[in-house]
């Protein structure tokens, strides 16, 4: 698969409580780990990442989808995609989806952080899926309605 070409996008970690953030600079040099996301309302969640998007010249979302060790989907990955493609849809931009099994673990072993409730794992997962895409893709792709 080929690499990306580099342009600020803003990687996420799906989960129900929080939504982990992570974003790129235009040239896809630095990954920055922004402030997770604690869920609210879908519509305040959307404002948020728009607001998000607009400061950051964000030009599409990277959305990480926990598969099992086969490789196939599971709840939480279902959830996670009907969740991107709902805010891909809003936000009119182009999207990619990364297996992101085990994220969180990786992330807790790489910057030494435990389960939280702030937010700093899930956005430390959502800067190792951003890191996994901008080096293995995929292409982002626009999503229909």
Not at 15 to 24: F, P, S
Not at 93 to 119: I, T, Y
Not at 131 to 140: F, K
Request: hydrophobic share 35%.
């Amino acid at each position: 698969m080929a690499r990306p070409i580099p342009e600020s996008i803003l990687s996420l970690d799906v989960g129900r409580k929080r939504v982990g953030l992570a974003g790129c600079d235009s040239l896809g040099i630095t990954i920055t780990p922004l402030d997770a996301l604690h869920r609210k309302t879908f519509q305040e969640d959307l404002n948020k990442i728009k607001n998000i998007c607009i400061k950051r010249n964000v030009k599409g979302l990277v959305i990480g989808v926990p598969l099992d060790e086969s490789g196939k989907d599971t709840d939480q990955s279902n959830y996670s995609k009907r969740y991107g493609h709902r805010l891909a849809v809003a936000l009119g931009l182009p999207l990619a989806w990364v297996n992101e099994h085990s994220s969180s673990w990786e992330a807790g072993q790489r910057f030494n952080l435990k389960s939280d409730r702030s937010g700093k794992l899930d956005s430390a997962a959502a800067a190792l899926i951003l890191e996994q895409w901008m080096n293995e893709g995929p292409e982002l792709k626009t999503s229909a309605d």
